[in-house]
């Protein structure tokens, strides 16, 4: 196979183990599969080396280099799934907005949006191709060299996350510019979020479409808003981009399982399980056995260990584990963290997590 072929989204080499897939259906599986948010970052010393003194868009924008960060933490870690190097901030540059990461601060928008008028900035016909065509090139040179070890996320943030971080011009503690949006402009607010939709659907297509096997959905900034708020404002565009990536895929006869991640929605849990999503992730406030409850056994559940929960020793870990997946049971289920690996964690952690899920629910499934 020539250089060139690697970077063509076909003759993929098969895979070998689809654990992650099946249990996204709610399939049987021999042990339950993990994998971690930012399970490629800053607590692997490797990263830290590769990324030295390189800009982080401009990494995010060489699939060479998000094809080497995804497949680090894999010759680490027997983890059943990779997800692959990008941003969630990537949609926003391709309609036209400058973000840049600063060090110590984070992602920045030196030109946030103000008032309903700053739409008018937005390039609202996104070509996805041309835009953002170095993540579908990532997707399908990483395809290629994870040599069929385990399946390839593709994801994108959801509008209102996504909307929230292009008003703030950045995190945010209140949310208060984005939220003011929501209350005085309501009308600007669902164009916004509508003009985010249309883009982030082609976003997902073109991921499948250059090789991803299963797309999450980051709602991150879920939690900033009330059940009411939530409902306006996020659920319908969710469950949108659900059903026409959906009805896309099946026109090709292509099936990818979804995953929604509504980082501290509880108060949606029900309507969230039934917005087209194979999969519902789960933050560490969520209770196991309520969420199995909550959810009526519509969907996978994915999550939900707190992250720092990592700094424990190894033994505890395990016992941590142990507990978190006797409250979720082993079939429909996906072990991951409530949210991401933080940069001063330490790499044989992560193994002692990854190892506890295996060998305990390996256990558990053989006494069923």
Known sequence: MSKNDLILPKDFPQLKNDTFLRAARGEETEHVPVWCMRQAGRYLPEFRESRAGKDFFETCQSPEACCELTLQPLRRFPFDAAIIFSDILVVPQAMGMDVQMVAGKGPTFPEPLKEPEDLQRLQVKVDTDKELGYVFRAITLTRHKIEGKVPLIGFSGAPWTLMSYMIEGGGSNTHSKAKRWL?????ASHMLLKMLTDVIVEYLLGQVAAGAQ???VFESHAGILGPAEFKEFSLPYLRDIARRVKDKLKEAGQDVPMIVFAKD???????LSQSNYEVVGL???IDPLSARER???KVSLQGNMDPCALYAPKERISDIVKKMLEGFGTRGYIANLGHGVYPDMEPENIGAFVEAVHQHS???IKQI
Request: no cysteine; proline share 4%.
């Open 295 to 297: 959810t009526g056994g």
């Open 183 to 187: 209350y005085q402009h309501p009308e």
């Open 214 to 216: 299963a797309l999450q």
């Open 265 to 271: 929605a509880h108060y949606a849990l029900e309507e």
């Open 283 to 285: 933050d560490w406030t």
């Open 362 to 364: 390996k256990q558990m």
